[in-house]
């Protein structure tokens, strides 16, 4: 999920960092205004990305682990 605006995005980190109880983390909360820095548009960009992509390893890995892909 990606927060645009002035917020208050405090309540959605914190929704991320603790969520229920599930199989594995499978949400992450990126705050836009924060994120989407950088002295270029590419590198504000590859900020964006950056901050979107950072859990996908670990879930993917989960995933796999769980036996949820066939």
Do not use: S
């Amino acid at each position: 999920m990606v927060g645009v605006g002035d917020g208050p995005w405090e309540c959605m980190q914190e929704f991320d960092d603790e969520l229920p109880t599930r199989l594995f983390d499978n949400f992450q909360f990126v705050d836009f205004n924060k994120v989407f820095i950088g002295e270029t548009e590419e590198k504000r960009i590859a900020n964006l990305c950056t901050h979107c992509l950072m859990e996908v390893p670990e879930q993917y890995k989960t995933i796999c682990r769980l036996g949820l892909l066939e």
